[in-house]
């Protein structure tokens, strides 16, 4: 199957993950997928931009909370109001999937729909485009969800995994029919999972057609697909406020849970490309470039770094400011223009601690 | 003698001083006596203001270089303009207190003056006062020199020493001829002084009368009494560009070893006040209060400190930005507008290199 006779292909950014594990440069209303933590573009505009030439621009859409809605328009000012899919509360990725499948289903009841996530660092942008494209072809059998899977390089313990079953045939990459999905593991099963061969990481990148996924949720879950249906129903009858009510009605499950752990028909593609979710500061030395002292800096907005007898440090600075590191190693140092953020490297997992100290010292404003 | 049958009494605050101890809150044309240290208020503005009851305010004479002249005066709206003593550069402490001294002498040739740095943290004001008077009257000879001398409380190898001789009777306040300046100390030597007992630290607080200092300059150094004389003969005639060339014509020498390390009749007075010349940012955590780990802010204009599971470190925040701290000891963390400085404690002695190193990358709008 040639490109040419593929259902209409959309893409569904997926931009409503809050944190606090790149506080305080993230925020409630600014969170990791507008931070330009690489290339100096905001993820989301580059999680975008890596979608030009695949998808028609009026076929890309952006699922995120109400609360970010307005700031996600002004970083994507050429994104078509109604192509905004606005959750009305975060209730993780099965609900968030299922409005945006409902959304798309209700004008183009065939389309494939590719789901990414906003926040991660994918290169280059043509062996991504090019896995797309084959996972997209996969899914055109009406039935097949297709996931994106990472080869590991090291035994992750913060990753998801997917197991390869049987190869598929005839295909331009390396693919295989999922034999089971595993949740992170703890040190010595992963270690288990790299000695074995056979896993990949689960990258929550993801190809199907819509009508697939809708069908794939009422068989795995009944309560998600009933909400799916209701979504659907509204959507087709355009009535705002009774698609919101129908998100509401949707478990808080994630996509992996609900449904393509129980799904009986899921590819995996090995993905060609480098990824990387940046789940914290210091994943900033695996995509930024390093000093001859291993400093990495991500500077934007005329920030710079001058470091002194200093190495192995992660310094995120934004705004017209220096950031002087003397004598000091494995730091994360944070500075933007109302906060500044110093942490040992091995404490930067932890934010969530401080950042719930800060909430608790009243310092609202900050959070 | 009762203080109504004294010479008029004028205060000189020396002004000049430049150093990196406190970059980069501090930077050339904003040094250390412009930073709030203590009690929020510049404290060259918290030095001015000790004198308050002391000196006439007309009698209170600003010295600093050139560049300092106008954002002195920014500092110090209600010093009147002839009241800045300029130096044309800078030349260490002889020639200031020559030009400080020639200038008084022009208009009040007994004129009895307080020598004072811009730059220390000293308390309670009314002891502080009271130990001025005192050695004002002792001045009131017309010959003696009086110093002030701090009693140590460990063996500081960064302070001058002053060693006591016969104490001098009918005083109010502790008082002794001095028997000799010793320069900053090794450990061992210092550590001698403090056994041995009768030592003091140097403050580098000065009282004598203006024709006393420059009799005392003509005696102990020809070459900065020629140019104190030509100062003088110029602040007679007001001639301003005179002054400017005579002033370079002194010596770059220090007070200490061109002066009063010679002079035979100097006098020391035990000060009854809490000193600290406040050498660096550790030196902070003497002079502003700590939290229960220890960890010492100094925050001014709306900025403020949250530490979490950190101890020891001392923090200078400025304007509204919040210092975060996480997990980290013994550091030194400075958050100004435009840079952030991080480095342990122990380092912090030695941040010129690093201001050598900022220099040498190019960043001159950081000095």
Redesign the interface.
């Known amino acids: 199957m040639t490109l040419s006779t593929m259902t209409s292909l959309h893409a569904v950014v997926m931009a409503g993950g809050s944190g606090t594990r790149f506080w ?1 440069a993230s925020r409630a209303a600014r969170p990791k997928q507008f931070l330009p933590l690489v290339g100096g573009k905001p993820m989301i505009v580059a999680t975008i931009d890596r979608l030009d030439g695949l998808c028609d621009q009026d076929h890309v859409w952006v699922a995120t909370s109400k609360r970010l809605g307005k700031p996600i328009t002004k970083l994507l000012p050429s994104l078509p109001k109604d192509r905004l899919v606005l959750e009305p509360e975060a209730r993780d990725t099965a609900p968030c999937i299922a409005l945006a499948a409902a959304t798309i289903a209700a004008v183009d009841p065939e389309a494939t729909m590719i789901v990414l996530p906003a926040d991660h660092v994918i290169a280059p942008v043509d062996a991504f485009q090019a896995m797309l494209r084959e996972g997209a072809a996969i899914a055109q059998d009406g039935a097949t969800l297709v996931t994106f899977g990472i080869a590991p390089t090291f035994p992750a313990t913060g990753y998801g995994y997917v197991e390869c079953g049987a190869p598929l045939a005839g295909r331009s990459l390396p693919g295989f029919a999922v034999r089971s999905f595993r949740e992170k593991p703890d040190r010595a099963t992963a270690e288990g999972f790299l000695r074995a061969g056979g896993f990949l990481w689960n990258s929550g990148i993801f190809v199907w057609r819509v009508d697939a996924i809708l069908r794939a949720m009422r068989a795995a879950d009944a309560e998600l697909g009933a909400a799916a249906d209701a979504m659907l129903a509204a959507a087709r009858k355009k009535e705002k406020a009774a698609l919101q009510r129908a998100f509401l009605q949707a478990p808080k499950r994630s996509i992996d849970y609900a449904v393509m752990e129980k799904a009986p028909q899921v590819a995996v593609v090995r993905a060609p490309i480098r990824w990387d979710d940046v789940g914290s500061f210091p994943a900033l030395g695996a995509i930024a470039p390093a000093d001859g002292d291993g400093n990495v800096a991500v500077a934007a907005n005329g920030a ?1 770094l ?1 470091a ?2 200093s190495r192995g440090n992660i310094v995120y ?1 934004d705004g ?9 190693e494995d ?1 994360v ?1 944070v ?1 933007v ?8 490297k091995d ?1 930067a997992h932890d ?1 969530k ?2 950042v719930e ?2 909430r608790a ?1 009243g ?1 609202q404003g ?1 959070l």
């Open positions: 305080p710079d001058v002194l007898q600075a017209a400011r220096t950031v002087a590191l003397f004598g000091v730091l140092v500075a223009d109302d906060a500044v953020l110093v942490c040992p404490k934010l601690a401080l100290h800060v010292s310092r900050l």
